[in-house]
């Protein structure tokens, strides 16, 4: 079962020296270097020269590090030769379509991985879904391959496909992104995304309103494009800290119920049997590994303060 923990995933121009050298201080739990939409066409060739030496940079806060590739047939190729390097641990690959492409980007990720001391399967992929084509083939494509950890729907591009302007409420996301989480719950796969648009990153408050939406279909994190946003997605796919002790709570009554030979008790009024003792084991083993990651990230910050 997939474990990653990825509430904030920022993205960035990896051609934008000052941007790449303060990735690593802005809190997020993964950070992308963009080859793709960030990198105009003239400029794609001498920003893949960047990636390997970029990769270090971001890793210094304790963030995982991933590179956006190209999915056309032109440049996907160099760009993954480019990126998969020592210290890289995933690639995101958009516009995924295809089940039959996925099998062979996993054996050229394998093969690069052999060639460069990289341990086997480190590599993962992280797919976002951003037509129609690539929805109707998610179940496909979600399992054509192992390494891949986390999907999401692309909100400005899917909406390009359906020819309709992004609302404000995100309601032409909500079947495309339901189904992927059920694709994704399904198979062990984290569910990222919001019900809005990342593009207003001025607009802290209805972007936190997307991430909200997207966390009750059952999305566990998001991409975000600015510095401020990261902050809003930690806490909105964080468990709040009441929930987390009324979890505690639950725990300790059915637990103690058990050794009393009952599988339904009482608490604060409320009947706590199975169902809502394993929803308690989930939210507080997912408050327990987030506190574990950002005690990795804070050690690391530290080494640079």
């Known amino acids: 079962m997939n474990k990653t923990i990825r509430r904030s995933t920022l993205i960035l121009p990896v051609n934008i020296r000052r941007f790449v050298e303060k ?16 990198i105009p066409a003239a400029e794609k060739a001498s920003a893949r020269k960047l990636v390997k030496d970029a990769l270090p ?4 806060g304790g963030a995982e590090v991933l590179v956006r590739v190209n999915n056309t047939p032109a440049l996907l190729d160099a760009d993954v030769d480019a ?38 399967g480190h590599v993962k992929l992280s ?11 998610v179940e496909e494509i979600a399992s054509a391959c192992e390494r891949v950890v986390t999907m999401s729907v692309g909100p400005e591009d899917y909406c390009l496909e359906l020819g309709v ?20 719950k399904a198979l062990g796969i984290q569910a990222t995304g ?27 994190g998001a991409g975000c494009i600015h510095p401020d946003q990261v902050a809003v997605l930690n806490r909105v796919f964080s468990p709040a800290p009441d929930k987390v002790e009324y979890a505690r709570r639950v725990l300790e009554a059915f ?27 989930v939210v507080f083993e997912r408050a327990r590994a987030i506190a574990e990651l950002d005690r990795r990230k804070a050690e690391a910050l530290a080494r640079f303060a």
């Open 255 to 281: 637990e103690d119920g058990l050794k009393r030979g009952t599988a339904s008790v009482n608490l604060d009024g409320k009947m706590v049997d199975i169902p809502i003792y394993r929803r308690a084991q």
């Open 165 to 184: 302007e992004p609302s404000a409420d995100g309601f032409e996301l909500q079947y495309p992104v339901a189904r992927l989480v059920t694709v994704c």
């Open 127 to 137: 797919l976002i879904v951003e037509t129609p084509r690539g929805l109707l083939k």
């Open 57 to 60: 940079l971001a890793a210094r």
């Open 194 to 220: 919001i019900l809005g648009s990342i593009a207003e990153f001025r607009d802290l408050a209805a972007f936190e309103a997307a991430a909200v939406r997207a966390r009750k279909l059952g999305c566990e």
């Open 83 to 120: 990126a998969v390097h020592p210290g890289l641990d995933g690639l995101t690959l958009p516009k995924a379509e295809s089940a039959e492409q996925l099998r062979s980007l996993d054996a050229n990720i394998a093969r690069l991985e052999r060639e460069r001391g990289i341990a086997p």
């Open 23 to 38: 990735a690593y201080a802005r809190g997020a739990d993964a950070i992308v270097f963009d080859l793709e939409d960030a």
